[in-house]
Nanobody
């Protein structure tokens, strides 16, 4: 069983930065495909960024150039560095792990507002 715990969300002004963290347990972390999703009120959950076992990264077009996903296999943690945040980035951000099936964290709220 994979457990995922997110942290690092909060309230930030437009143009600001936040770094989200997701700590995994219960599995060999290096075997996981890791990702971040987000869901805004009234909208579908969407993929924000993903990093494969080999370290290849992909991003949603709306965050390309502003967000960076990274993983530390020794710490069993995946990060999402978010820069130049915009009000439309406001959402509940979920950590996702894939190992045959999907595992989800409970989410951390990011609010971008002046």
């Amino acid at each position: 069983q994979v457990q995922l715990v997110e942290s690092g969300g909060g309230l930030v002004q437009p143009g600001g930065s936040l770094r989200l963290s997701c700590a995994a347990s219960g599995v060999i972390f290096s075997s996981l495909i890791m990702g971040w999703y987000r869901q805004a009120p009234g909208k579908e959950r969407e993929l924000v960024a993903r990093v494969t076992r080999g370290g290849s990264k992909s991003y949603a077009g709306s965050v390309e150039g502003r967000f960076t996903i990274s993983r530390d296999n020794a710490k069993k943690t995946v990060y999402l560095q978010m820069n130049n945040l915009k009000p439309e980035d406001t959402a509940l951000y979920y950590c996702n792990a894939v190992l045959g099936v999907d595992y989800w964290g409970r989410g951390t709220q990011v609010t971008v507002s002046s």
